[in-house]
């Protein structure tokens, strides 16, 4: 390693603690952040100075400089904020489950209601679909098709009132045994009394075990005057927030989860009735920040982190030290991972190429018997394995005597590699620590 950059993470270390002005200086640019996300004013502010009691004085993680660590203690309070773990539909003791969907036109009710459904039968669960939107011309044949689509079935009786529609829908389910009965309801371009009448004629009548609010969090700012009425009105029970592949950062989240208190359950990313998603706090905590001057401080985190992970390694490395128990290290870090065919299969375009491919991972469970075989000595100065102890390694593992040679080679392999690197100026030890 060159001294610099020895001496640059000594530097980092020791911070301290933060103080007041660290403090305040990265809090101006997560506020920023915060409000580019369309964060409502109030919330953010609130927010930030919530976080500046809590961050002052706090100590400052090895390796993260003051703005670093404030950043770090924002994204862990943002999504503390927003419900910290993942929350899932409430099913009624005794079926069916009644889930009704609520919100202004537009904002996705019947798209998520059919979106549901279709997640809800992938969970072994019978869903009924039911019209109580009599309004909006074409409403119910919208049902019928994205129903269809989910193969659930939609009840449906015209134009009458839909308290009764609910009603009857609850009595039909329970007849033909669906276990969940979801209520696409009617929305109105803003509220109005009338609408919030009618919801709390059918919350009073049927006593719905969940009331999604769905929102669309392409709404921003109004998105929190929405929740709140709803809220006060009908006492939601989760909310449902659509149309987050579009280009927003998705703030509504955490003002509709600051006003209401209520969780965000679900997430739609599409038009298509697969894209619906259980809601993850921590990701959407890094959506929001995750833009313009703070995501670059973050990502520097990110590879400060990794760089010092790289340096230990690195230094043995260049000192030409690697020996066969770092290579049993690193087996135990790719088998932490998972199947590797797996781990592969996840990249883009890898996948079906990968479908018949002849990968296997008990090789490495080979490798690593063959290693369990050797003495330590062995492991420390492989030169030490001559024939004879080839042979007995061999035996110990269970493997042939050419994968033991196998092996060796890889091992010699690397470290040629590595003297290679350090042969090399600064630029080139450095480039081959960060890989
Ligand atoms: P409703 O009036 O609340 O019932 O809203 P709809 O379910 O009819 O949805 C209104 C429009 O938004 C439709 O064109 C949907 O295809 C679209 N939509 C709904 N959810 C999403 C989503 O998550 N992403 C995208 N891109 N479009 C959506
Ligand atoms: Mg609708």
Known sequence: LSDKLSNAFKKLKNKGKLTESDVKEAMREVRLALLEADVNFKVAKNFTNK??????????????????MVVKIVNEELTALMGGEEEKIKFASKPPT???????QGSGKTTHTAKLAKMLKSQGRRPLLVACDIYRPAAI???????????????????KNPVKIAKEAIKHAKDYGNDVVILDTAGRLHIDEELMEELKNIKKEVNPDEILLVIDSMTGQDA?????????????????????????????????????????????????????EVFHPDRMASRILGMGDVLTLIEDVEAKLDEKKAEAVAKKMMENKMDFNDLLQQFEQIKK???????????????????????????????????YSMTQAEREKPSLINASRKKRIAAGSGRK???????????????????????KGKKGKRRAMMK
């Open 141 to 159: 044949d919208q049902l019928k098709v994205v129903g269809a689509k989910a193969g659930a079935p939609v009840f449906e009786m015209g134009k």
């Open 51 to 68: 976080v500046t009691e809590r961050a002052i004085g706090q100590d400052v993680m090895e390796s993260l400089t003051p703005a670093q």
């Open 224 to 276: 929190v005057n929405v929740a709140k009425s709803f809220n006060d009105l009908l006492e939601i029970t989760g909310v449902i927030l659509t149309k987050l592949d579009g280009d927003t950062r998705g703030g509504a989240a955490l003002s509709v989860k600051e006003v209401t208190g209520k969780p965000i359950k679900f997430c739609g990313t599409g038009e298509k009735l697969e894209d619906l």
């Open 337 to 371: 991972m998972g199947p590797i065919k797996g781990i592969l299969g996840k990249i883009p375009g890898l996948g079906k190429q990968l479908e018949n491919a002849d990968i296997d991972d008990r090789q490495i469970d080979w490798c690593e018997a063959i290693i």
């Open 401 to 423: 005597v050419e994968e033991v040679n196998r092996l060796l080679k890889q091992l010699e392999q690397m470290q040629k590699m590595m003297k290679q690197f350090t042969g």
């Open 98 to 104: 009644v889930i009704m969907m609520c919100g202004l």
